[in-house]
């Protein structure tokens, strides 16, 4: 067996282990799936393992399959970053890239990412998918999403996670609230008050938390599912809510609501890119990587 076929067996596994699906490593390697298989009874008759078995969710690796994956994913891995520079992405042509966004990145994020990706490739299009914490690291793995930029951390060997900036917090009410006037909110105000804030899975938990440490979560009057609600609810009413300073300032700048400094320090929350590690990813996605890099990386 020569030594591009071992290579090419190893890539094979790496990405079955990864997206734990013929078809999905199939698209990732341009190949057909019956080469795949192909592939992989290869290695399990070389291995002597039967490696992967078909599960409800996909195949399931077994237990010497989840023994090889670290050290040949590194292998592979430091391969494809040093032989890198001989695959080169054009952007000039046509292209289609696909991320994925909470509603708040919807508003901060995609303005900048599309005018860099503009900048450097006018004839790009993208796709945006709303950001599920569920799926994520399945849309990755699969190809379904090039990259996804959000705070919850998706912890998985299966994807590489690039910080971007952090954001912090800052109170909103309506600008004609009755009470809270100043530049910074008391504690006891605070207590005065009843709060609305945004659950689910799609980041920023710290506001809920923030509130529960301080024993104010018997105050939370209203729950909903995405920061992009709170203005329209905040400004005609007089309930006080915990927004990341980015889009509380432009929730400013469009509806009749005002921010104000919070009592008590709140951890400042880190937005991350992620995307499949080599070698499922490729070239383009790289390249769209660093477009997300550049056009985030640390805003101020």
């Known amino acids: 067996m020569g030594a591009e076929f071992d290579l090419n067996l190893i890539r094979t596994f790496v990405l079955l282990y990864e997206t734990r699906s013929v078809t999905a490593a199939a698209d990732v390697l341009g190949v057909t799936q019956p080469t795949v298989s192909y592939g992989l009874g290869k290695l399990r008759r070389r291995l002597g393992d039967e490696l992967f078995v078909r599960g409800p969710g996909g195949l399931v690796p077994s237990s010497e399959a989840e023994r090889l994956y670290p050290p040949l994913r590194t292998a592979i891995e430091q391969l494809d970053v040093t032989i890198g520079a001989a695959t080169q992405f054009d952007p000039s042509g046509p292209i289609s890239f696909s991320i ?6 919807e508003v901060n994020s995609l303005p900048l990412v ?11 299009t993208l796709q945006v998918h709303a950001f599920d914490i569920d799926t994520a690291e399945d849309q990755l793995t699969r190809g379904r999403v090039d990259a996804i930029v959000a705070s919850p951390v998706l912890d998985s060997v299966r994807l590489s996670r690039v910080p971007l900036f952090t954001e912090g917090y800052a109170g909103m009410v309506s600008t004609d609230h009755p009470r ?25 938990p710290a506001p809920r938390d923030a509130l529960r440490v301080h024993g104010l979560e018997g105050h939370i009057a209203v729950r909903v599912t995405r920061f992009a609600t709170l203005p329209y609810v905040v400004q005609d009413t007089e309930l ?27 951890e400042p929350a880190e937005i991350a890119a992620y ?22 990386q640390d805003l101020p």
């Not at 006080?240 to 469009?254: Q, S």
């Not at 005002?258 to 008590?264: D, K, M, S």
């Open 180 to 204: 809270l006037h100043g530049a910074a909110a008391t504690d006891a105000e605070l207590r005065g008050e009843r709060h609305i804030v945004v659950e689910g899975t799609t980041g920023h």
């Open 114 to 124: 599309h005018t860099e990706l503009a900048a450097r490739a006018p004839e790009a």
């Open 275 to 296: 995307t499949r590690r080599p070698p499922g990813r490729s070239a383009a996605q790289a390249w769209f990587l660093d477009v997300i890099r550049t056009a985030l």
């Open 240 to 266: 006080v809510a915990i927004v990341p300073n980015r889009i509380a300032r432009a929730m400013a700048g469009m509806h009749r609501v005002r921010t104000f400094a919070l009592p008590w320090p709140i």
């Open 100 to 105: 994925g966004l909470t509603d708040l990145g």
